[in-house]
């Protein structure tokens, strides 16, 4: 199905009303191959959409988006340890989460209420909890932008990091993914070590993976503003990596600074504790604002452009690298000129 001069309000969670001179919603698998086997009729530039829970249009798009809205969720194998479950890169990823916890297979429950799509989940490798997409994707099936063909890629070639993968990289907007095979657990181990996580089961009563999926939803909902009432993108900018000695002097300036050690032997820093210590918790320019319980959030208060978030970022990011000498990454893809 092509629209043209279609809104892209309700495809983008921040709301932002910018319009697209076209955009392709795919609802079937034959449907993609069909049209993208014909890709030179397609308006350029084309570009591959998820649930626009990632993304700052700072303008009309002036090409041709593609989204997909291919459903299904299907038990594909069953094994006495464990399932593969697929599910079509247009369910949305809570609804996903809810009906895997409610069959008791384990593995997405630290996932819980993550806004967007199964499609964006191998692309950004989501995360949360301790968990990410990585950890539990078997395989990823997508059909070539340029003529249509299938393939599946699996989980190593997938090429995932923090926040990544190889269709960030490589494979950027090479690929309409179609539907993502996960594999869960039926007799869960839960992951529990992410501090207020296991506060929260505790007020909940037994350890279960139910109870561990209601607890990710309570501290979200604790936290994180609803893109339904309040645009945004969840965490703008990305947790920073910085080396260790540099980490242990900020660490004798600061005594409260969060950190983590990564795989990587580097030190992780928290984004939103940094952004908050430069005084933006709460604060507001026009329409755009910085979430009041959570730095990492930038929010559209209403009527905020692409543009004023933007711009906003860019002050954010200037005052930690004036204050910490660290350049913050977005985590947000931006689209559109700036
Ligand atoms: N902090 C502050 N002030 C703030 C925000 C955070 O001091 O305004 C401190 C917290 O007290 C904590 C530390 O910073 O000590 C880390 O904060 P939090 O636990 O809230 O997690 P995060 O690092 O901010 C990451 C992910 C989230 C994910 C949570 C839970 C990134 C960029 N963000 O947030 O992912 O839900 O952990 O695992 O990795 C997303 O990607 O959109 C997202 C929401």
Redesign the pocket.
Known sequence: MIYKNISLKKYNTFGLDYKADNLISIKTEEEAISILKENRKIDQPLFVIGGG??LLFTGDYKGTLMHSEIEGITIEEEHPEYVIVSAGSGVNWDKFVERCVNNGFGGLE?LSL?PGSVGASPV?N?????IEAKDIIEKVRVVSVSDGSVSELTNNECRFG??NSIFKEEFKNRFLVIRVYFRLSTNPILKLD???LTDEISKLGGVNIRNVRQAVVN??RS??PDPEILGN???F???PLVDKDFANALREQYHGI?FYDDPSGKIKL????L???CGW?GKRIGDAGI?E?????LVNYNNATGKEIFDLSEKIRQSVSDKFGIELER?VEVIGSI
């Open positions: 829970s990632n630290n993550i950004q989501i995360g949360a909890y301790g923090y926040r992410y501090g207020s501290i979200r936290k994180l993108a969840g965490s900018f990305k947790n969060p928290a984004a939103g504790w952004v908050d210590q918790k979430h319980k959570q730095a990492l959030v985590e």
